[in-house]
């Protein structure tokens, strides 16, 4: 993962608006995305995949660059960032997501749980 993950210096940096909250885990300190525009980002992701179907690749209103603060095992999976805002260019943005599949995901702007954090 450590080399296609985007460092947070490289995230802060695409995009002069992009911020990042801290939140608290088990393990310490970590941060996750609060705001952040996809078309832009998609310019430095480094794990290009092919278009994949929405029925099978379910779209996500998570954070799309957070740090990791989970002592759970890693589940990769690819999962989409689709968004549709009047007056604003429509974005398609797949990240890969390491939440557990059959945990929720904490939306984007917010941190989740001390106890579940991911």
Excluded at 68 to 92: A, N, T
Excluded at 97 to 110: D, I, L, Q, S, Y
């Amino acid at each position: 993962m450590a080399t296609i993950a985007i460092p947070q210096r490289y995230f802060l940096a695409f995009q002069s608006n992009a911020t990042v909250d801290t939140c608290i885990g088990p393990s310490g300190s970590y941060t996750r995305q609060n705001n952040a525009h996809g078309l832009l980002l998609g310019k430095i992701v480094k794990c290009p995949v092919e278009y994949l179907q929405e029925e099978t690749t379910p779209n996500s209103c998570a954070s799309m660059w957070a740090q990791d603060g989970s002592e759970k095992v890693p589940d990769p999976q690819i999962w989409r960032h689709y968004w549709q805002y009047p007056g604003y260019q429509d974005f398609l943005l797949f990240a890969i997501h390491t939440v557990p599949a059959n945990e929720e995901e904490t939306g984007w702007g917010k941190c989740p749980p001390e106890d579940n954090p991911g």
